[in-house]
């Protein structure tokens, strides 16, 4: 079965500043990797995937992703923050059928990104 | 370019009132999905469809009904409403299901009193 855990419900940051936020998964097979983004009062929108091809990913608005399968991460940075980077962002993992499981995506709980000017 | 379109956007049930909610998609997706959103748990997934006439349980099922009888309408359906269905409701199709980019609609905020 597969599973994500994203560390910080909550994460504050200066503007200019580095973006990290954290994501661990678990996976019986190797996992499909995502991240969402959900401004207020809007559907997900994708920033970026993995599929295992290269494991460093870049995605929208300078956002980037690397994965570790030794870590079981896909942590998610941004060099430096603006203030519309401020949102609720999602990790998610989907083995598709081979997992056995629901041919679905399976999130975290998700992660607030706060912009401090 | 709609992409996926769900109806109604907001609604306020009584417990025990049935309601449908529909997801439209013109991206000629086979994949579409149901989910719900409550703060603090992420996104779980209800139920889902691989292609026009099939429908299959997600994570979450139990209270809900489904059916894709056109492959561009997923339909969620509440036979009898619960101050537990509260929630905020989500649809997504894709073109296949695991490594392709799932694509979700705006949502339907739900309460139930």
């Known amino acids: 079965a597969q599973s994500v855990t994203q560390l910080g419900s909550h994460v504050s940051v200066s503007e200019g500043a580095l973006v990290l936020l954290r994501c661990n998964y678990s996976?019986?097979?190797?996992?499909?990797l995502f991240w969402y983004v959900q401004y207020p009062n809007q559907g997900l929108q994708l920033l970026l995937k993995y599929t295992s091809a290269a494991t460093l990913v870049k995605g929208i608005n300078g956002f980037e992703a690397e994965f570790k399968k030794s870590e079981t991460s896909f942590h998610l940075t941004k060099p430096s923050a603006h203030m519309s980077d401020a949102a609720e962002y999602f990790c998610?993992?989907?083995?598709?059928?081979?997992?056995?499981?629901?041919?679905?995506?399976?999130f975290g709980k998700g992660t607030h990104l706060i912009i401090q000017p | 370019n709609a992409g996926v379109t769900q109806t109604p956007k907001f609604r306020v049930l009584k417990t025990g009132q049935s309601m449908t909610l529909l997801c439209a998609q013109d991206?000629?997706?086979?994949?579409m999905y149901w989910y719900r959103q409550d703060p603090g748990m992420g996104l779980r997934l209800i139920h889902y469809s691989v292609g026009e006439g099939t429908t299959a349980k997600g994570e979450v099922p139990d209270g809900y009904n489904v059916s894709r009888l056109k492959k561009q309408n997923f339909l969620l359906g509440l036979e009898s409403a619960a101050p537990s269905q509260t929630s905020v409701y989500f649809c997504?199709?894709?073109?296949?299901?695991?490594?392709?980019?799932?694509?979700f609609g705006q949502g339907t905020r739900l309460t139930v009193v």
């Open positions: 996976s019986s097979v190797p996992p499909y």
């Open positions: 991206m000629n997706h086979e994949y």
């Open positions: 997504a199709s894709s073109l296949r299901g695991g490594g392709t980019e799932a694509f």
């Open positions: 998610a993992v989907s083995e598709g059928t081979s997992g056995g499981g629901a041919d679905g995506l399976t």
